[in-house]
């Protein structure tokens, strides 16, 4: 299985950006997906997460109200959608794949990783 991250790059305060993480196999479909990110000297963290029916949504409480996780099974394909970015969001961000159907915020749940891709919002 491989993931491949994407949509990254260099924004300023109140900007928008979609990332984007394209899923290889046949396992996308039946498996919740989350997005976590990290920032240098920092440890990984959870952004967002989404189960496999798309009917559970999470999101840690720094980007809730500004980010939105969808996933299109059709495409094998999760989203991330960032608004009103802050420099506090400069990190790279990771896509994942769950365990089972459900998603929790624990990196420990998750057995597949994208390569990350590189958010930087400058102020």
């Known amino acids: 299985v491989q993931l491949q991250a994407s949509g990254g790059g260099m924004v300023q305060a109140g900007d928008s950006l979609r990332l984007s993480c394209v899923t290889s196999g046949r396992i996308f479909s039946s498996f919740g997906m989350g997005w976590f990110r990290q920032a240098p000297g920092k440890e990984r963290e959870f952004v967002a997460a989404i189960n496999r029916s798309a009917v559970r949504k999470y999101y840690a409480d720094s980007v809730q109200g500004r980010f939105t996780i969808s996933r299109d099974d059709a495409e094998n394909t999760v989203y991330l959608q960032m608004n009103k970015l802050k420099p506090e969001d400069t990190a790279v961000y990771y896509c994942?794949?769950?365990?089972?159907?459900?998603?929790?915020?624990?990196?420990?749940?998750?057995?597949?990783w994208g390569q990350g891709t590189l958010v930087t919002v400058s102020s």
């Open positions: 994942a794949v769950s365990r089972g159907t459900g998603v929790t915020m624990s990196p420990g749940h998750y057995t597949y």
